[in-house]
């Protein structure tokens, strides 16, 4: 009896261990692709040469500017690309019908400000906005290899604009150029100063 027993068990878990370690290894993969696709952004120019635009102003994303404890850390300033964004309206609020979610090609580049006006890259995002994604018969929220993307929305009751002037909408960042000690898909980074300190 004990014998059956902890055959299945000894089975389900050497499933388990082998899945896990494949999804860490399509993980890996996909990331390394990311890395790839996205490296040429290093240079500022070079993304502002494909479309990507900088919003005016050029506004450096902190946790505490969000409404967020100021210890979780800072974003940066977000680069935008409006055609995969598919902007339809930027007053009051900035709108769009872009689903757009691959990482190979993301719709917003996150930089950390540099001495002398430079810019370094240090995440990559993908930003649906959420009364597009559900009209486009999505039932959930996008995820990336089971990281679900956060939504975001202002609270008019608050003088904080959550939502940094965009309608309610779906976000993931990446950060793939600068090691976040809280999660390489989390919000903000403590590693990571609006406006850079030296």
């Given at each position: 009896m004990r014998t059956r027993f902890f055959l299945p068990l000894?089975?389900?878990?050497?499933?388990l261990l082998g899945h896990a370690a494949a999804s860490a290894s399509d993980l890996a993969t996909d990331l390394a692709r990311i890395r790839q696709a996205t490296a040429r952004f290093r240079d500022i120019n070079v993304a502002l040469s494909e479309g990507y635009v900088i919003p005016p102003p050029a506004h450096c994303v902190t946790a505490e500017g969000e409404g967020e404890p100021k210890q979780l850390g800072d974003m940066g300033v977000h680069v935008i690309r409006p055609d995969l964004l598919g902007i339809t309206a930027v007053s009051p609020r900035v709108n769009g019908v872009g689903t757009n979610t691959d990482f190979t090609h993301p719709a917003v580049l996150v930089y950390e400000p540099q001495p002398g006006g430079g810019y370094e890259l240090v995440a990559v995002e993908n930003l649906v906005f959420v009364q597009a994604w559900l009209a486009a018969g999505n039932l959930k929220r996008p995820e990336f290899h089971g990281n679900q993307y956060y939504?975001?929305?202002d609270n008019p009751l608050t003088p904080i604009d959550e939502a940094?002037?965009?309608?309610?909408?779906?976000e993931l960042?990446?950060?793939?150029?600068?090691?976040?000690?809280?999660?390489?898909?989390?919000?903000?980074?403590t590693r990571v100063k609006c406006p850079a300190e030296h």
């Open positions: 000894a089975t389900a878990a050497a499933l939504q975001i929305i940094h002037g965009f309608e309610p909408h779906y960042h990446i950060w793939l150029y600068r090691d976040n000690p809280a999660g390489m898909f989390m919000p903000f980074n």
